[in-house]
Nanobody, 123 residues
Framework: QVQLVESGGGLVQAGDSLRLSCAASGRTLSSNAMGWFRQAPGKEREFVAAISWMGGTYYTDSVKGRFTISRDNAKNTVYLQMNSLKPEDTAVYYC?????????????????WGKGTLVTVSS
């Protein structure tokens, strides 16, 4: 059973940075695409970023140039570095992993989910 555990959320001011981590257990995910999604209050969950098993990345337009997704396969962990945070980035951030191997970031299928970590950006 795959478990994904997010950490690193918190309350920050606009313009600040945060680094989210997602540690996977139960299965090595080095050959699987992984990603981050977020859900703001009153809104649907949306895609933020994904990274393929080879390191290729894909971002939603609103975070391009500000967020960076990366992975450490030795630690079975994926990260989301968030810079220049805006109040509209406030959301619960969820880590997800694709159960299929060798998938690309554009076609990630979120088969496994973490429980989320809250990011609050004050103005």
């Amino acid at each position: 059973q795959v478990q994904l555990v997010e950490s690193g959320g918190g309350l920050v001011q606009a313009g600040d940075s945060l680094r989210l981590s997602c540690a996977a257990s139960g299965r090595t995910l080095s050959s699987n695409a992984m990603g981050w999604f977020r859900q703001a209050p009153g809104k649907e969950r949306e895609f933020v970023a994904a990274i393929s098993w080879m390191g290729g990345t894909y971002y939603t337009d609103s975070v391009k140039g500000r967020f960076t997704i990366s992975r450490d396969n030795a630690k079975n962990t994926v990260y989301l570095q968030m810079n220049s945070l805006k109040p509209e980035d406030t959301a619960v951030y969820y880590c997800a992993a694709d159960s299929r191997e060798r998938g690309g970031p554009l076609t990630i299928r979120a088969d496994y989910w973490g429980k989320g970590t809250l990011v609050t950006v004050s103005s």
